[in-house]
């Protein structure tokens, strides 16, 4: 059950609401669940009192208004009195595909192609019939306004000067320069403030307990390069190496790591053991 309210207008500005409005009226129509002898009463009390479409409606009797075709008498109404209008979508439409939809500086292929496109579909409608292909390939790329450069290489790689307007416009979004495209997709998120919203595409590092982790949360390790300074500490004998052993005992002294006898061979042991005292070395020099 579809119970989508009926669409309104206030009847100012028919030049450029009444098409809209009638689209959107007769979509209602189709999808409405209420029964086609209540659309007329329906239609009637959307239509705002001392309006033009109201006076229109008012015009037409009770009983009719009541009835099954009330919807569709009281719409034919409203079409006839702006009978001017719906006869002057053709030019307007023309006027505008033809004249008035020329490329901007600094404005795309692909968002002019996409314009000029919807444009000329406009205008096939409210002609009510289809343009020559080889008509729109001309008007179209006529208004690109291209360069001597973009139109050398749009007929070299053209098969024909003549081509259909669907491969027109395949070869005008070519001529796009990718920095150009770039350009017009930052500029777009930026003045729609999206900018900021990039990171939540991508996946946030959460910890073990399934809280989101900081970068600046965290700390190095002591004892690691990071916290190196120029400046000369005293040893603590709570400081563990790496391994968590124990750098030197109670009385300061350095533990270094001796053989036993799990070391497979003497000659292990004795590396160990050079190891070790560069190991002391180093340490004492730091």
């Known amino acids: ?19 809209p409005w009638l689209r959107e009226i007769r979509m209602w129509q189709y ?9 007329g ?15 229109l409606a008012e015009q037409v009797h009770e009983d009719h208004i009541c009835s099954a075709e009330g919807f569709d008498i009281i719409l034919e109404k409203i079409k006839d009195h702006f009978k001017a209008y719906v006869d002057a979508e053709p030019e307007v439409h023309a006027e505008v595909a033809i004249y008035q939809t020329t490329r901007k500086r600094q ?28 008509f729109k390939c001309f008007l179209i ?30 070869m005008l979004v070519r001529l796009d320069q990718p920095d150009a495209l770039v350009s017009t997709i930052l500029a777009e998120r930026e003045s729609k403030g999206r900018s900021n919203d990039i ?4 996946p946030v590092e959460t910890s073990e307990t399934g809280t989101e982790e900081n970068p600046e949360d965290h700390s190095w390790p002591s004892g690691s ?28 002294e350095t533990l270094v790591p001796e053989p036993t006898e799990d070391y497979p061979s003497e000659i292990y042991s004795t590396d160990l053991s050079a190891w070790a005292q560069s190991y002391r070395d180093v340490r004492r020099s730091a």
Not at 7 to 17: E, H, I, L, N, S
Not at 31 to 39: E, L, M
Not at 41 to 55: C, F, H, K, M, N
Request: proline share 6%; glycine share 4%.
């Open 1 to 19: 059950m579809d119970k989508t309210p009926i669409p309104t207008w206030d009847f100012k500005f028919p030049g450029t609401r009444l098409k």
């Open 31 to 39: 999808h409405t669940s209420i029964p086609k002898y209540k659309q």
């Open 41 to 55: 009463v329906t239609l009637y009390r959307s239509l705002e009192i001392g309006t033009v479409g109201r006076q």
């Open 107 to 134: 404005q795309t292929l692909v968002e002019y192609t996409s314009l000029i496109l919807a444009r000329v579909r406009d205008m096939e409608a409210s002609l009510q019939e289809e343009l020559p292909s080889r």
């Open 141 to 170: 790329k006529r208004q690109a306004q291209l360069t001597y450069d973009q139109l050398k290489t749009l007929h070299f790689h053209a098969p024909s000067r003549t081509l259909g307007a669907n491969d027109m416009v395949i």
């Open 199 to 202: 990171s939540r595409s991508y």
């Open 225 to 252: 390069w990071a916290e190196a300074s120029d400046e000369t500490e005293d040893w603590n004998p709570e400081d563990v190496d790496d391994d968590g052993l124990p750098l030197c005992n109670e009385s300061g």
